[in-house]
Nanobody, 122 residues
Framework: VQLQASGGGLVQAGDSLRLSCATS????????LGWFRQAPGNERDFVAS???????SYAASVKGRFTISRDSAKKTVNLQMNSLKPEDTAVYYC?????????????????WGQGTQVTVSS
């Protein structure tokens, strides 16, 4: 089983980025998927999650700016990030857990990608 995150980069405040996480080796429809982020010196924080049926949850800090989606044909989970702010700077991780419902705590997830750096300059 493998999760591979991509799409990070250096952008300016107000710009957009789209992160993607390719999964392999798992039965995609059985998994809830999530995105987390970790800034230096901070804990890994919840960003967004999506259940097998497409029900989404968002952290208050990103609600209305970020959109999580899943593509069953490609077995990917995506995070569209708009109106980026310097405080969004972090390493972003995708995660998966065999569950019908979405999860918001890092400890709920069993599978993790390697992380992709997002840096937003002011």
């Amino acid at each position: 089983v493998q999760l591979q995150a991509s799409g990070g980069g250096l952008v300016q405040a107000g710009d957009s980025l789209r992160l993607s996480c390719a999964t392999s080796g798992l039965t995609f429809s059985n998994y809830a998927l999530g995105w987390f982020r970790q800034a230096p010196g901070n804990e890994r924080d919840f960003v967004a999650s999506i259940s097998w049926s497409g029900i989404t949850s968002y952290a208050a800090s990103v609600k209305g700016r970020f959109t999580i989606s899943r593509d069953s044909a490609k077995k990917t989970v995506n995070l569209q990030m708009n109106s980026l702010k310097p405080e969004d700077t972090a390493v972003y991780y995708c995660a998966a857990v065999m569950s019908r419902t979405s999860k918001t705590r890092p400890g709920d997830y069993a599978l993790w990608g390697q992380g992709t750096q997002v840096t937003v300059s002011s």
